[in-house]
């Protein structure tokens, strides 16, 4: 598939803080690619690099097949939509969609039918006429991208565009995203520290950690399978528990916690006689579930945490004195167990990975 962005070695420095260092990787044209990672991890730094507000101190950037290496920004086939929408407050709604057209002096009738196009792309049609004050949060991050999507460009670049709604109108807003994306056929390019927004809304995530990339990957592909330890933890709510490694050999591995033993595959590991295995809190079953389980041993009940749609036990494994969380749906027919209650527990070999420490 032809891409749109290409990232060949690149390397960005900060006086003498290395931001990026040395990444590479392609976006397929037409996709939802997602920098993914926390605050300091070179995600925006790279963003900003596609944009060319920042220029590489090393490596190549494509953008459509062409080197940007002498293109400013403003002569790049991008546009940008940041956390903060900053719309002209004495403009309309049609007009602050219409600005960047006027800008480029397109033709009165041009402007007109797209506007129209992006605010009924954007479902904002009705309110053409509004100024920025009379719109919601949510309705207001839909100008600004209908604003950046009115221009047509070959990669939409967007920095966390979400961070100042609340939870719940962003998850909606995850959702308008994704549909707007398929439907314009636009590459996007997804700037974000939340991890649900990365899985819910990506054909493909970049996870960064101090400047690398340690994984890229399909959402479904970086949560069951994580290459490394920092990706494991990052992406959703996992046990890391210390194992002895008792053997390894063709990308699984035989390891112990006290007397319990059990198959893993192996993620980041060079060898060695001790790791770290990562356990997903909701892959772990209890009770009856736990039978005809590859991996099955006896727990105690430490704590119950009742969070809404699930529940959380803390539970210390028999004879290793470890404790793991297990997450339960919960489906309001039954009650929690209690703290002090012996339980059975079980997994499959395809929840767990083991690592190297550190």
Not at 8 to 36: C, E, M, R, W
Not at 43 to 69: Q, V
């Amino acid at each position: 598939m032809p891409s749109d962005v290409e990232f060949i070695n690149v390397s960005k420095v900060f006086a003498s803080y290395l931001a990026v260092d040395d990444i590479s990787f392609t976006i397929p044209q037409g996709s939802f690619f997602s920098l993914l990672g926390p605050s300091g991890c070179g995600k925006t730094t790279t963003l900003r690099m596609t944009s060319g507000l920042e220029w590489p101190d090393a490596g190549k950037i494509r953008i459509a097949g062409h080197d940007m290496r002498s293109v400013a920004a403003y002569s790049r086939p991008t546009n940008m939509v940041f956390q903060r929408w900053a719309l002209f407050p004495h403009m309309t709604v049609a007009q602050n969609v219409a600005f960047g057209l006027e800008v480029d002096r397109r033709p009165r009738a041009e402007i007109r039918k797209r506007v129209s196009e992006a605010l009924a792309l954007v479902d904002l049609l009705p309110f053409a006429e509004r100024k920025p004050r009379q719109l919601s949060g949510g309705q207001m991050q839909r100008v600004a991208l209908a604003r950046a999507l009115v221009k047509q460009p070959k990669v939409l670049l967007l920095d966390e565009p979400l961070g100042a709604l609340d939870l719940k109108l962003r998850m909606q807003m995850q959702l308008e995203l994704k549909r707007i994306q398929r439907e314009v056929g636009t590459t996007f390019m997804y700037v974000t520290h939340d991890q649900g927004e990365a899985l819910t809304m990506s054909d493909q995530i970049a996870v960064m950690n101090k400047g690398k990339i340690e994984q890229l990957d399909s959402p479904q592909a970086i949560y069951d399978r994580p290459a490394t330890r920092f990706v494991a933890s990052f992406i959703g709510n996992t046990n890391l528990v210390p194992v002895e490694v008792l053997e390894a050999s063709g990308g699984t591995a035989r390891v112990a916690i006290g007397p319990l033993q059990f198959s893993a595959r192996t993620g980041a590991f060079s060898g060695g006689s001790v790791g770290t295995v990562s356990i997903r809190y909701e892959r772990i079953r209890i009770g009856a579930e736990a039978a005809n389980r590859d991996t099955r041993t006896r727990g105690m009940i430490k704590d119950t945490i009742f969070s809404g749609s699930a529940v959380l036990y803390v539970v210390e494994l028999e004879g290793s004195g470890v404790q793991i969380t297990i997450e339960v749906p919960h489906d309001g027919t039954s009650s929690p167990l209690h703290a002090g209650s012996a339980v059975d527990i079980g997994w499959d070999g395809g929840a767990t990975t083991v690592f190297d420490n550190g």
